[in-house]
């Protein structure tokens, strides 16, 4: 499928790329390739960004405000070691490849874990190289690709080290991400075309980090995929999930928290974060 040309003049439709310490972030994910505006680029920086920078809420979970402006992704994503969830990872990935030169659209997805209709506030990227147009989402905490695929149609299935998913052309303009484990196909979401910008994510961020019927403020969320293991810890559970389908499981009591999201997930809380996310996984799970 050939590129297809956007329109990038409007300031609103940019990522603040320009904004973007580029040698700073390159450092944070551990790239240390060439630098091009071109699909291996991509590739590289999409695959660096995915093992480095973990998924997760701690921040809304403690009530505080989300800022989304690209010195404050920078801050918190890359000087401060720290993790985010779609919006943070999705806007501080479109920066950066404005800045070396890529095409980057926003779009919305609908995501389809679990089944059921929901709003579609999952952010997602379609990134246009000389190889054509490719999905790009380094912000799916429930396993999301480590690597660009390419809209293909009907369908483009790729293997990503030992993981495996499929972009499909559903029709009626929307693309259905899956991915596989084991030998089950799960839905994770669905997109269309139509671009987002920044003050679209910037009101649906506004609702997930604050609404009490939000998925993300009544509860822990850290994850991590990496080439043959997805981790992820939801309040006090901690699980490995492997590509054939087997998990494994444990508990841990809310002291034990802080230590596990630095050793199993590469975040280190200062001493005031810590003492307020273990109050706050006591307060959910009862035990305060």
Request: a negative charge; one cysteine or more.
């Amino acid at each position: 499928m050939p590129s297809r040309a956007r329109n990038t003049t409007d300031p609103a439709r940019g990522w603040g790329g320009d904004g973007l310490d580029l040698d700073a972030y390159l450092e944070r994910i551990g790239h240390r390739g060439p630098v091009a505006p071109d699909a291996e680029t991509l590739a590289a920086v999409h695959r660096a960004h995915s093992a480095a920078i973990p998924f997760e809420n701690i921040d809304v979970l403690l009530g505080r405000e989300i800022p989304l402006d690209v010195e404050a992704l920078q801050d918190k994503l890359v000087r401060r070691g720290r993790g985010g969830y779609c919006y943070e990872h999705g806007l501080l990935l479109a920066a950066a490849l404005e800045r070396i030169g890529l095409q980057v659209t926003g779009h919305a997805a609908r995501v389809r874990v679990g089944g059921g209709l929901r709003p579609a506030t999952h952010m997602t990227l379609t990134v246009e190289t000389p190889s054509g147009t490719v999905l790009a989402d380094t912000g799916f905490g429930g396993g999301g690709p480590l690597y660009p695929i390419p809209l293909r149609t009907p369908v483009s299935e790729t293997a990503q080290d030992d993981w495996t998913y499929r972009l499909t052309d559903e029709g009626d303009g929307v693309w259905g991400l899956a991915a596989r484990t084991g030998d089950t196909w799960d839905d994770l979401y669905g997109f269309t075309e139509d671009p987002r910008y920044r003050t679209d994510y910037a009101i649906l961020s506004h609702y997930l980090s604050t609404s009490p019927r939000s998925a993300f403020t009544g509860r822990l969320m850290v994850q991590h995929t990496d080439a043959s293991v997805r981790r992820r810890l939801m309040d006090t559970a901690l699980t490995e999930e492997h590509p054939d389908g087997t998990i494994d499981h444990r508990d841990l009591t809310p002291e034990e928290i802080p230590e596990a999201i630095r050793d199993v997930f590469g975040i280190t809380l200062t001493s005031d974060d810590t003492e307020a996310l273990v109050k706050a996984v006591e307060r959910l799970t009862g035990e305060g």
